[in-house]
């Protein structure tokens, strides 16, 4: 494919909110991760939250949309200067020339989960209970469109924990064709019952902290998180998507292929699409969620295409399992790493267990990267794999 | 741009293939509308079978029949699946169990993701290929429509497009009321075979107002944001028909068969 220049992009985590936060963690090997203290969902277990978000409501016109969802995506939105940026793209191809494609698992939930905690004795939801608004899949894409001040095109990607990695292939095929000149991507999701408790009655969370790669790995921490990226087309940028690749494993609803052989598809046809091979790549921000299955099964995958050469963690520890949101997140901690040079650790893993075979870096270290991927696997055996370059 | 569509598969009260909404698309028969529960899909494996909740079976059950209608092999297949609320019952479920005990089912936590009725095909079919599950509210036919499509131009491999509603519990309903099921699913593909059922070419207009229904659509269906596929079936069933759905707040998909 035609190398698509990223031209912004921002990151809002447990980690930092932003990008400049997110690099001192990343750097400083610091974990946003904390011990689960929130009152309304006492499961024992480390999360990864953005209090922060939460305490400012959106601004007045768009108080229908109002939920957890969409103030973390208007938290994230204000951060990097990115809103300016997309202005910026409008004002040059035009409102309706400008697309938003956005990933999330769960949406605005959580609002739907307090209504059925607060049902009239009809058995109605509330009164104040928003549907279309909150709750919808699309409810936080249509919220970030309106706040950009955008007319494209503009759907949601759910496809569980693909669905943020999953966008840039979307937008990729709308700019390709024409459709459209520029394109916002991104997701988001929040912290809400039905993951911590649904992730919890599938024995995947860990009371202790998420320790990715680690022979005593637990399960994942699970986070919160948003996520924005700015695409291009016919303009440059140091910063470039320059492959992608999507696979199904047809194998299990909520376990991986032993083998990882859709995630080695996915790189696969992510390699080709840049035209390039395993042995221009300089990093892999692997998927690494901390579960038993998903790290044995993509470990291997990434061992068998690229061997013992090239540096590879998993972000996970930083940020906890993002869901939704985690191909954003760490398509933004790969950007980062391409743009300031250097390899993110792995701050919770102590030990690497040796039967996931690929290389995993433990402590951070700086150095000039060229080519890097970032994984992305979800639930239903859905794979995504992005490709980013930086211009020399 | 340009694709032909190579098969379809229909699922609504009363309509149990492309044939019959042909036929009364064309008149020919009235619609007699009988309560539909969805089949348990024949080509999932038993225990996939069994875990599978109402959605993805009716999800499935018309993409089986446009995959039964189609020339090409599933396992070509990329697939789109576009839903405007794919979980609702199980929502209800979940949402009911967190209000309460807490003591959420494993099944019903993995079959509450959005992308469970293609991951269940994908399974059952052994599509290894790109599935990539959307929604875009009241806009969610034409989204996915546009979606397959820029697929199929980019890898020139044909593609599965499902787009369904399934009724919702009471509380949820009082918000979105979508009471009957409905599903779609098409073949599309880059080249014509001698299955084709027609040439398509769609594009972006500014919006014509309300959707102009067909009289045979039932007022229960309407608001079932896949419900406005029978509109684009409705241009199907005549040869030279064209059709216009809604893709934005201000714009239509206009698609030319």
Redesign the interface.
């Known amino acids: 494919m035609k190398p698509l220049a990223v031209t912004a992009f921002t990151t809002t985590s447990a980690a930092g909110i932003g990008n400049a936060a997110t690099l001192q963690a990343l750097r400083a090997g610091r974990t946003g991760l904390a011990p689960n203290a929130l009152p309304w969902a006492p499961i024992p277990c480390w999360i990864g939250e953005v209090a922060a978000a939460q305490r400012e409501a959106l601004p007045a016109p768009f108080a229908d949309y109002d939920c957890a969802n969409t103030r973390l995506a208007w938290h994230a939105l204000a951060q990097d200067g990115f809103r300016e940026a997309v202005a910026a793209a409008r004002n040059r191809v035009g409102a309706a020339r400008v697309g938003v494609f956005l990933g999330t698992t769960t949406s605005g939930i959580r609002s739907t989960e307090e209504a059925y905690a607060h049902r009239e004795a009809s058995g109605a939801l509330p009164a104040n209970f928003r549907y279309a608004t909150c709750h919808n899949m699309d409810a936080s894409t249509e919220f970030v469109r309106l706040a950009l001040g955008l007319a494209g095109p503009a759907l949601t990607v759910s496809t569980a924990c693909s669905s943020s990695a999953k966008v840039f292939g979307v937008a990729e095929r709308y700019l390709r064709a024409g459709w459209i000149g520029a394109a916002v991507v991104g997701g988001v999701d929040t912290l809400c019952l039905t993951t911590l408790y649904g992730f919890s009655a599938l024995q995947l969370v860990s009371e202790d902290v998420c320790r990715p790669y680690d022979a005593a790995r637990h399960g994942l921490s699970i986070g919160e998180a948003a996520g924005f990226a700015l695409l291009e087309a016919g303009v440059d940028s140091p910063l470039e998507l320059r492959g992608y690749g999507e696979t199904s494993d047809a194998h299990h609803m909520s376990t991986p292929h032993p083998e990882g052989e859709g995630a080695r598809r996915a790189m696969e046809q992510a390699l080709a699409a840049a035209g390039t091979g395993p042995d221009a790549i300089d990093y892999v921000n692997l998927h690494g969620t901390a579960s038993a299955a998903n790290d044995l099964s993509e470990g291997r995958a990434v061992h068998d295409l690229f061997g013992d050469r090239v540096a590879c963690s998993s972000t996970k520890g930083f940020t906890g399992h993002t869901l939704g949101a985690a191909g954003i997140t760490e398509a933004a901690i790969t950007l980062l790493a391409l743009r300031e040079g250097f390899v993110p650790g792995s701050p919770t893993t102590r030990t690497v267990d040796p039967a996931t075979r690929c290389r995993v870096v433990l402590a951070g270290e700086a150095r000039a990267l060229g080519l890097a991927m970032s994984n992305s696997f979800g639930f239903g055996g859905n794979n995504a794999a992005l490709l980013f370059g930086r211009r020399a | 741009?340009r694709f032909f569509i190579e098969s379809i598969g229909v699922l609504a009260p009363g309509l149990s293939g492309w044939e019959d909404t042909r036929a009364v698309a064309l008149g020919e028969k009235p619609l007699v509308c009988t309560p539909l529960s969805p089949p348990a899909p024949q080509c999932l494996p038993a225990a996939?079978r069994r875990?599978s909740g109402v959605t993805a079976r009716l999800a499935i059950a018309a993409a089986e029949q446009a995959l039964a209608g189609s020339s090409i092999a599933a396992d070509r297949l990329s697939?789109v699946f576009a839903a405007?609320?794919?979980a609702g019952e199980i929502?209800h479920q979940?949402?009911?169990v967190?209000?309460g005990t807490?003591?959420?089912?494993?099944t019903t936590?993995?079959n509450?993701?959005?992308?469970?009725p293609?991951?269940?095909l994908?399974?059952a079919?052994?599509?290894?290929?790109?599935?990539?599950?959307?929604?875009?509210?009241p806009w969610?036919l034409a989204?996915g429509l546009?979606?397959s499509a820029?697929?199929l131009?980019?890898t020139r491999e044909p593609v599965l497009f499902a787009c369904y509603d399934s009724p919702l519990a009471?509380?949820?309903r009082?918000?979105?009321p979508v009471v009957e099921p409905t599903a779609l699913a098409f073949v599309l593909s880059a080249a014509r075979t001698e299955r084709t059922i027609a040439e398509c070419a769609i594009a972006?207009v500014p919006s014509a107002g309300e959707p102009r229904w067909p009289a045979w659509v039932p007022e229960a269906w309407r608001p079932n944001p896949s419900a406005l596929g029978f509109i684009v079936l409705a241009a199907l069933a005549a040869p030279g028909g064209s059709a216009r759905v809604p893709?934005?707040p201000?714009q239509d998909l206009e698609i030319r068969c």
Request: glycine share 6%; hydrophobic share 40%; net charge negative.
């Open positions: 741009m996939e875990r697939m405007s609320e794919a929502t979940l949402c009911e967190l209000a807490r003591e959420v089912s494993p936590f993995h509450s993701v959005h992308n469970a293609m991951g269940y994908s399974i079919i052994g599509a290894r290929r790109s599935g990539t599950s959307i929604c875009r509210g969610t989204a546009v979606c820029l697929e131009e980019a009471p509380p949820m009082a918000s979105l972006s893709l934005a201000d």
